[in-house]
């Protein structure tokens, strides 16, 4: 018999997998915070003998190479990625034995497209196909997209893709379960996953790449490809050499004194709280960058790669679980952090900062010439469905370096939810500008009759 138990990492949109039968097992692409791996293998009571990477990573620091070193497991890592630290190079059609007593073993299949050196795993049970691996290959109902590594191989690597999808639905049964690591909001998926599970029968029947010929295939993967988040360029130098040990221990403790400080020193104040919270009151100049939403995500797209950060949390809590998210995009040790409310965080005689929030049935009535201006920080993929007739677009992940563009007015700025406009309402009330934060849905926007369809 065989488990796989699967490691999720859902502010990322990605998943790792410890996977083996009685005594040993094998960790697929481990997340940087290896003690939820390790958590995991004890509770299975097995060793773990191999950790595998099925590519370099672009989205997030991995954990591989401390997972290996502290478990004593072989490192595998596939032979055409470059890197520099000592693995064990895999090439395509190598096997390993994850728990001989059990049949249980891992085949390497080289799959590129995602990345040139891409390989997937195979988890076989006494020579069958039980499992696969498909890192940022085959995903559910789509593939990983193929513009991260260079532009000038982006056509070749989407070629690559819908070929080496078409290999793992030649040489695997129906039932085989597919694993992928991106997929489930990660900005690594060509497009978003539907479902939570599947297997290459059903990605027979409904992935793109499985039913579509390569040249109509291509023309959309490619027509289809959205912004790339800026910390990955930073991520994949990070990876290939070699990412040193995870620090989560607690951040030095800021006073009202220290965050006024950081403040006019231009460093980035966060504020972890709700945004309604956040949008009742808080520290003037700091930004609000909800714990609960895709913290790492985001603060790490928009801060400028280097600058320090200091966090405000309503709880130590609150704030050891954004530490230990952001150190999964590199983002590794906060300058300094803060829990409490904005009382515990404000000099004697300041006052938190404040805006309003608002739905769009309330923008209804106000247009232009009552000096609204409606801000749209939707990616351009999202605002080529639909969009508020009048409105202005700047994506949230160049407003920071934008602000400039904003007509002058009252700006109410809005998203597809409310989590990207909290965080473009905390830029713009930072850099002093009347703002109204759009708590809503798109959809609701579609009803109040403010959008403009296309397509």
């Known amino acids: 018999m065989f488990f796989v138990d699967t490691i999720e990492?859902?502010?990322?949109?990605?998943?790792?997998?410890?996977?083996?039968?009685?005594?040993?097992?094998?960790?697929?692409?481990?997340?940087?915070?290896?003690?939820r791996v390790i958590t995991a293998a004890a509770r299975r009571g097995v060793r773990i003998s191999h950790v595998v990477e099925t590519h370099v990573h672009?989205?997030?620091?991995?954990?591989?190479?401390?997972?290996?070193?502290?478990?004593?497991?072989?490192?595998?890592?596939?032979?055409?990625?470059?890197?520099?630290?000592?693995?064990?190079?895999?090439?395509d059609g190598d096997r390993v034995d994850v728990d001989g007593a059990a049949g249980l073993s891992l085949r390497a299949l080289a799959t590129p497209g995602h990345t040139p050196h891409h390989t997937a795993y195979t988890l076989e049970e006494n020579g069958a196909a039980?499992?696969?691996?498909?890192?940022?290959?085959?995903?559910?109902?789509?593939?990983g997209r193929p513009d991260l590594v260079e532009p000038r191989l982006t056509e070749r690597l989407a070629r690559a893709q819908h070929a080496s999808a078409h290999r793992l639905a030649a040489e695997l049964p129906d039932e085989t379960a597919v694993l992928p690591t991106h997929g489930f909001?990660?900005?690594?998926?060509?497009?978003?996953?539907?479902?939570?599970?599947?297997?290459?029968?059903?990605?027979k029947a409904a992935n793109e790449a499985l039913t579509r010929d390569a040249d109509t295939f291509v023309a959309e993967l490619l027509a289809g490809l959205d912004d790339i988040p800026a910390y990955y360029a930073h991520i994949g130098p990070v990876n290939a050499a070699g990412p040193v040990p995870v620090d989560l221990t607690p951040p030095a403790v800021a006073d009202a004194e220290d965050i006024a400080a950081r403040l006019a020193a231009g460093e980035w104040v966060v504020d972890l709280?709700?945004?309604?919270?956040?949008?009742?009151?808080?520290?003037?100049?700091?930004?609000?960058?909800?714990?609960?939403?895709?913290?790492?995500?985001?603060?790490?797209?928009?801060i400028p790669w280097g600058k320090p950060v200091t966090l405000l949390a309503e709880s130590p809590g609150q704030l050891a679980d954004a530490q230990r998210e952001l150190t999964r995009v590199g983002l590794d040790r906060p300058a300094a952090a803060a829990t409490g409310t904005p009382a515990d965080w404000l000099r004697d005689?300041?006052?938190?900062?404040?805006?309003?929030?608002?739905?769009?049935?309330?923008?209804?009535?106000?247009?232009?010439?009552?000096?609204?201006?409606?801000?749209?920080?939707?990616r351009s993929s999202e605002r080529a469905a639909g969009y508020v007739d009048g409105s202005v677009h700047i994506p949230i992940h160049t407003l920071h370096r934008r602000l400039d563009e904003v007509p002058e007015g009252e700006v109410w700025v809005h998203c597809a939810s409310g989590m990207r406009a909290a965080i473009a309402a905390s830029l713009l009330d930072s850099a002093g500008r009347r703002v109204v934060a759009v708590d809503d849905t798109f959809e609701a926007a579609e009803q109040a009759g403010l959008t403009v369809r296309r397509g």
């Open 9 to 35: 990492v859902a502010g990322l949109g990605n998943r790792g997998y410890l996977a083996g039968g009685e005594r040993t097992a094998v960790v697929v692409d481990p997340p940087r915070d290896i003690d």
């Open 58 to 91: 672009n989205d997030y620091v991995t954990g591989g190479l401390e997972l290996a070193r502290v478990t004593g497991a072989a490192y595998l890592v596939p032979a055409g990625a470059r890197v520099f630290f000592p693995r064990v190079p895999v090439h």
């Open 130 to 143: 039980v499992a696969v691996f498909t890192g940022g290959s085959l995903l559910i109902g789509t593939v």
């Open 185 to 203: 909001g990660s900005f690594c998926a060509s497009s978003q996953t539907a479902g939570e599970d599947t297997t290459i029968g059903k990605e």
């Open 273 to 302: 709280r709700d945004r309604i919270a956040f949008a009742r009151g808080h520290v003037s100049g700091s930004f609000n960058f909800e714990a609960e939403g895709q913290l790492a995500t985001y603060l790490a797209w928009l």
């Open 349 to 378: 005689g300041e006052e938190p900062s404040s805006f309003p929030r608002a739905v769009f049935a309330d923008l209804a009535g106000r247009r232009p010439a009552d000096g609204v201006v409606v801000l749209d920080v939707r």
